[in-house]
């Protein structure tokens, strides 16, 4: 299994960190629960460079999320910023492989009981095709820029991800051609797989 290094000590990371604190503290959780984590903060916590204050997460069972949960950080440039948990996310919404849980890769954020885990890079980029916005776009091309995933993985998993797609998928061949054709600008000549 790929090796990744993970931004932790950045200041939207430990904004992350306090926010879980916050809701393992809030929910007085006795037992581990797993949460996965998509969208930009995913790909800050791989890239540094990407800034977001809304948590797209996943958990692994029913919990109430507070409406009011957030945590002020200021940014390394000095900008405040808020960061808080996206109660509207919902990954059924994007395009996502049947395997994306069990393959996501965990981070250790000093959370004694929420394990947090980050989408894999080829999954990560696969979920920001169905809506494919500019900064979706800017997203897949940092992951494959920096070797993490490749053209040809985005297509592969994203072609095995179709199948479990409810609805129409003309606008989707459209993005995932796209996002395709962006992976394959953007990587680096001698990027084939993960890593470099």
Known sequence: MQE???HTRTALADGLRDLFKQLEQRLSLRDPV????AGGMAVHLYTASRVTTDV???FSGRIFLPNDLMVEVTLEDGTPQVVYLDTNYNSSFAL???DYIDDSIPVELGVDRIQVHVLSPVDLAVSKIARFAQNDREDI???VRLGLTSADEIEARATE???GFIGGQAMLQCNLRDAVKLARETQPDNSHGYGM
């Open 4 to 6: 990744y290094v993970f």
């Open 34 to 37: 797993n949460v996965y984590i």
């Open 56 to 58: 797209d997460a996943e």
């Open 96 to 98: 996502m492989h049947e």
């Open 141 to 143: 091309a940092s992951l």
């Open 161 to 163: 991800a179709l199948g």
